[in-house]
């Protein structure tokens, strides 16, 4: 073959050098003249002559009419450097003759609108080099001679090489010798942004027709590095040629290739390699198979149609660039094998089909699915139409975000489908669908992921149109489907006559916004074997299954309205988990139609140990206020049971309920709550104590404002105020919320108990220091002894100190019981585990509890019967610190309801209870509202203040916490400024109050200690 190259190479040299150097003709159509002595380089004609046949033509315009030499070149008269291709224009058809010259030699020529064409019978060498072709068709066909002595020989050279095609030019070449060789190399057209406008591009066509020698097999085309909008390939030979096309860029290539017969020199590939194409079709057709194949390789393509009847059984297509690819073998020979690879391809979409009478194998391996493209969005991303009689095997491969879907095999008979590593994912119409008879289908290492379907199978669906008859058999091994959607097997529907599934995980994407669904998930239907099989529901969707001897029915499904299901039912190690619906909860949820629990208002929900839901009312600030879902019940970054802890990154503060940012914390608040008692103990040394209906009609209203208002109705004064009163923990939702580090609850409430406990013990230790001092006898000189009686107000040290010590205990009493009774309240919030109510996170048998609860029971509890104890001891005392005592006391009081303080503390602690322990919303409110109301009507019957503006001012407060329990839960905005007059007249009261008597007494000029019962008060 090697040999007959480059024989026939050496004859083209040959007969160009000959042409070169003896042109018959020479023309010029600028000096020459048409004489009957024309055509020497001295004196050239001035056109080229009718019947010449070897003609050297210089730059310039000639018309010709029915006739052009066969061997034609440019020339330049002076011996000068190439200039303008000499234009060759036609008038008419015309026709080329070869009777004199066996060779078709053209070099540098431009012909215009020319239609030629030539039909030698013995033209061994034909050359095209350098030409450009203008709306001119070209037609070559090349026949071996008549003589039956060299028909086996007969043998041609052709080369088309370096040519340009503008317009709708044309080469058609067609070739019925026995040992040619065919060379297009280097050919171009013009490219322009309009040119794929027009209707006729360019185009050449190479045509091949059987020859008379029995071995078509030394006949040779070469197609390369040509850049044309459309190229022809026919070839009608006993078998496939020895054919290369390489490094081209085609816009249309089309190759047709028919075997006519048995051949025994079946031993070439033709060969399409390194080319960019965007539509690419090889047909090829025969009557007898044999081992002659076609290789494709390394080329970018967007569309490839290779099909019907293919001559090749050895066909490979690998490494391509492809946007389309339809590959179609069929053959029907009885003795005919098969063997086919499309292997290591970027494609954006395929279409084969296979079917034989005998047997074929069918690989592709290592295929990369790109995508859909814009032209091909309805499609899927490998359609197999059929196999017959074949062995596909499809492996390492991956399809992503198909609409149409992945892999889809419309037809299997008496094949055998083997598919290993392939992922499928985000496809419209199922990852996997094989319609099978009579077939064997094998999946292994699969991935499918987020794939939808709107019939059935989302992930795979595997039918078998006869499979009561055991026709087809499925294995399905170590293969994972992920999120996969269907109305039916939302992961697999497979019906087939046996069925294994080995090492098979199936995770579930809740399907509950898909209403035309019956929750299955996989669907088998003939003899099944499972093994190692793991299935997990989405959330909250219990696992249902339905097993008969040919059929099984695993299904996803939510909970009937009233029941519920926490977790995910599961199949694990082909055991069943999570198969049944739990009764809603009484209180605190709804669980309607399967959908994630709704917790209501102020509830907070969990899970208990038995993954079963419990809900307990939730303490006031810390859960939503409005319906919710039963796991996010937690506001101002708080978690846990209860929502009594913090979420990470956030602590425990004073001032407001919500957790705060730790990183926002300052250590410097520590030295401020450090000083308040002492601040505490200034005040309250020289406070005067004839203010008393005042102070504890207001210091009573604002505590109790916090525990009638919802959350969102507490603001940032409320909080303030009352957390004077009070111990500064997390009453209220107030924006000066502060932290000082990282803190649980305990350690928060054991810092704010440091206030009112630190008040107390300053006092104590003050009035100590004062008694130890005087029993032991000591004197102070007399000028710090005037200093001191007239700073205090001619009061001794020991009454200011005693009565302060009671008035910080009266005024702290509520907020001391409202801590205790918060550290003391536990919930059993399952069967035997009970926590705090106030701090879910923490159990109730910590170690502190017990001595904590017995010293506070004792010291708190009974202190309003210890308030009649002291009255009864210090009734009727002379001594000025008793004296001042009672005033605190009961100084305010008529002397029939001197007792009144005691029942002011009852009722302190009787609101605290009601408060910390009726956990439900509205009970607790119809409480508090009866509490109030009771108070009030108490207040009125009994009148115990001594003065009409103690009386007065009481009323004002307890009739505005009665009007807050009645409007409290209307959230409209239209009774927000209800809320502030409200709460603002026992302010306004208490303010008017104050500066009268301070103008009386402005008035009146006192110096001296008033009591403060006096007549203009009465």
């Avoid at 503008?166 to 070739?175: A, N, T, W």
């Avoid at 249309?252 to 590939?269: D, I, R």
């Avoid at 009386?951 to 239209?974: A, D, I, Y």
């Amino acid at each position: 073959m090697i040999l007959r190259t480059l024989c026939l190479s050496l004859l083209l040299c040959i007969a160009i050098v000959r042409s070169i150097d003896e042109c018959e003709v020479y023309v010029d159509s600028q000096s020459g003249s048409d004489v009957a002595t024309c055509g020497q380089k001295q004196q050239p004609c001035r056109s080229i002559p009718y019947n010449s046949t070897n003609v050297c033509v210089s730059s310039g315009q000639y018309s010709v009419t029915d006739r052009l030499p066969s061997v034609m070149r440019d020339w330049q008269p002076d011996g000068g450097t190439e200039t303008e291709l000499p234009q060759i224009t036609c008038l008419n058809d015309v026709e080329i003759s070869c009777d004199r010259q066996p060779s078709l030699n053209w070099n540098r020529l431009e012909f215009r609108k020319c239609n030629m064409e030539i039909y030698p019978t013995n033209v061994s060498v034909s050359s095209i080099n350098g030409c450009l072709l203008n709306d001119t068709m070209l037609s070559v066909a090349i026949t071996p001679p008549p003589v039956s002595s060299v028909e086996s020989s007969s043998s041609s050279l052709t080369r088309f090489i370096g040519n340009h095609l503008l317009g709708s030019s044309s080469f058609i070449y067609r070739d019925e010798t026995s040992n040619s060789l065919q060379e297009i190399i280097n050919n171009t057209y013009e490219s322009t942004p309009t040119f794929h406008q027009r209707p006729n591009a360019p185009t050449i066509s190479l045509i091949w027709i059987r020859s008379t020698a029995s071995d078509d097999s030394k006949r040779r085309l070469l197609l390369e590095d040509n850049a044309l909008p459309s190229v022809t390939l026919i070839t009608n030979t006993r078998d496939l040629p020895n054919t290369r096309i390489a490094k081209n860029r085609f816009d249309t290539c089309q190759v047709y290739m028919y075997t006519s017969g048995l051949s025994y020199y079946a031993h070439l590939e033709p060969t399409i390699e390194g080319n960019v194409i965007t539509s690419l079709l090889v047909e090829k057709t025969g009557i007898l198979m044999n081992a002659t194949s076609l290789v494709v390789r390394y080329n970018i393509i967007q569309n490839m149609n290779e099909g019907t009847l293919p001559v090749g059984v050895k066909d490979t297509i690998t490494d391509n660039n492809m946007t389309l690819l339809i590959y179609e073998i069929i053959n029907h020979h009885p003795l005919a094998l098969g063997h086919m690879n499309i292997t290591r391809n970027v494609l954006s979409r395929a279409e084969v089909a296979v079917d034989f009478t005998s047997y074929a194998e069918l690989f592709l391996v290592d295929n990369v699915w790109m995508g859909p493209s814009v032209i091909f969005t309805k499609q899927p991303a490998l359609h197999i139409s059929q196999i017959h009689h074949c062995s596909l095997h499809l492996s390492n491969s991956s399809m992503d975000g198909y609409p149409e879907g992945g892999l889809w095999i419309s037809e299997a008979f008496l094949s055998e489908v083997h598919v290993e590593s392939l992922r499928v994912s985000g496809s419209g119409r199922g990852g996997v669908l094989i319609f099978a008879e009579k077939s064997h289908i094998y999946l292994d290492s699969v991935t499918l992921s987020d794939n939808d379907s709107p019939t059935v199978g989302g992930g795979i669906s595997i039918l078998d149109r006869k499979y009561n008859s055991n026709d087809s058999s499925v294995i399905i091994r170590n293969t994972r489907m992920m999120n996969n959607r269907s109305p039916h097997g939302s992961a697999v529907f497979i019906s087939a006559g046996s069925i294994k599934m080995e090492n098979v995980s199936i995770i579930v994407e809740d399907d509950i916004d898909q209403p035309l669904v019956d929750h299955s998930v996989v669907v088998l239907n003939g003899r099944f074997v499972q093994e190692d099989v793991s299935l997990s529901c989405a959330e909250e969707r219990y696992l249902a299954s339905s097993n008969a001897s040919s059929s099984l029915v695993w299904s996803c499904r939510p909970c009937a309205t009233g029941t519920y299901f926490l977790g995910r039912g599961e199949m694990v190690e082909d055991v069943e988990k999570g198969n049944k619906c739990t009764r809603c909860p009484e209180k605190g949820a709804e669980c309607v139609d399967g959908k994630t629990p709704q917790a209501k208002p102020n509830y907070w929900c969990g899970k208990n140990s038995l993954q079963q839901l419990i809900c307990h009312n939730c303490p006031s600030g810390y859960c939503n206020e409005t319906a919710h879902l039963w796991n996010s019940s937690c506001i101002g970054h708080r978690s846990g049971e209860l929502c009594g802890g913090c979420a990470d990154g956030y602590t425990l503060g004073f001032l407001t309920s919500a957790c705060l940012p730790v990183d926002h914390c300052r250590h410097e608040w520590i030295g401020l709550l450090s000083i308040i008692p002492f601040v505490y103990v200034a005040v309250l040394l020289f406070v005067p104590i004839g203010d008393g209906a005042v102070w504890k009609s207001m210091s009573y209203f604002v505590q109790t404002v916090p525990l009638l208002l919802k959350q969102e109705r507490q603001n940032s004064i409320i909080s303030m105020f009352s957390s004077l009163f009070t111990t500064p923990t997390n009453m209220g939702s107030s924006s000066l919320g502060f932290c000082i580090g990282q803190m649980d609850y305990i350690e928060r409430e054991f810092i704010s108990l440091y206030v009112p406990a630190g008040t107390v013990i300053l006092f104590l230790f003050g009035c100590l220091c004062i008694l130890l001092y005087h029993k032991m006898g000591c004197t102070m000189p007399r000028r710090k002894i005037m200093f001191l009686t007239q700073a205090l107000n001619k009061r001794s040290m020991l009454s200011r100190c005693t009565t302060g010590l009671v008035t910080g205990f009266l005024l702290m009493y509520s907020g001391l019981i409202a801590s205790y009774l918060k550290l003391y309240f536990c919930i059993e919030i399952e069967p035997g585990r009970w926590v705090m109510y106030n701090a879910g996170t923490e159990r109730c048998d910590q170690w502190w509890r017990t001595p904590f609860v017995s010293v506070a029971s004792i010291l708190l509890l009974p202190f309003p019967l210890l308030l009649l104890f002291i009255r009864s001891r210090l009734r009727g005392t002379e001594r000025e610190t008793g004296r001042d005592v009672l005033i605190v006391l009961d100084g305010c009081y008529r002397q029939s309801t001197k007792y009144w303080e005691s029942v002011y503390m009852v009722r302190r602690v009787v609101i605290a209870v009601a408060y910390v322990f009726i956990t439900d919303e509205q009970w607790s409110a119809t409480v508090m509202r009866f509490l109030l109301l009771t108070a009030l009507f108490l207040h009125l019957f009994f009148t115990p203040f001594i003065t009409v503006a103690g009386q007065t001012l009481e009323t004002m407060c307890l009739l505005s916490l009665c009007f807050l329990t009645v409007l409290n839960g209307q959230l409209e905005e239209r009774y927000s400024h209800a809320f502030l007059v409200i709460i603002a007249l026992p302010f306004l009261a208490s303010l008017i109050i104050m500066i009268h008597k301070l103008w009386m007494k402005r008035k009146k000029k006192y110096t001296r200690y008033e009591p403060l019962v006096t007549s203009e008060e009465l």
